[in-house]
């Protein structure tokens, strides 16, 4: 098993844009190129776990989805941090049937774990919002919050212990700063 960094999508590898239905508009935040590169690099690997409450609002298809999450592996594709493994959750609980895979519950990273023979309790949570980064206190290891997207308004709003930095560039820093020689 090896350890992984389970990464928010929007407001924290993409530009947050309030619900993405057209590949046109993947931005990538500045510095998440690099800091993917450099988990990758050092043997983590790379979780996009993210919530897509858009599809139970109906706001957009699970094709528009799909589109945007195949526009996203192109970009990082083309710059070599292709994700290991996207997980999304298209739920919401006041749309769509009760689930386990909308953060801050664990399905999504339960189910890469065992697809993709992770070590939960030694990985790193990161994103813009509380429910990027509370998996960690339910699954072990570090949550990390990004200040881009939401995330320079939820500071004051994350676990205790919750490292805060600028951006994924500094999140992957951090972590290769504390983590054991790979």
Not at 97 to 123: F, I, N, V, Y
Not at 125 to 142: F, H
């Amino acid at each position: 098993m090896r350890p992984a960094v389970f990464i928010d999508r929007d407001g924290t590898i993409i530009a947050e844009k309030s619900y993405l239905d057209d590949p046109a508009g993947v931005e990538l935040v500045p510095g998440s190129a690099d800091g993917m590169r450099r988990l990758r690099e050092a043997g983590f690997a790379l979780v996009v776990v993210t919530n897509q409450s858009g599809i139970a609002r109906g706001l957009y298809s699970e094709a528009d989805y799909h589109a945007v999450a195949r526009r996203l592996d192109e970009v990082l594709a083309a710059l070599d941090v292709l994700p290991d493994g996207t997980y999304y959750c298209p739920h919401h609980p006041d749309f769509s049937e009760p689930c386990d895979c909308r953060k801050p519950d664990t399905g999504m990273h339960r189910r890469a774990a065992e697809e993709l023979d992770l070590d939960l309790a030694a990985s790193y949570y990161v994103g813009d919002k509380p429910s990027d980064v509370i998996p960690a206190v339910t699954l072990g290891g570090q949550g990390i919050l990004v200040r881009t997207g939401y995330g320079a308004e939820q500071d004051a709003s994350v676990p205790e212990g919750t490292w805060v930095v600028d951006d994924l560039d500094a999140a992957a820093r951090r972590i290769l700063e504390s983590s054991p020689a790979r």
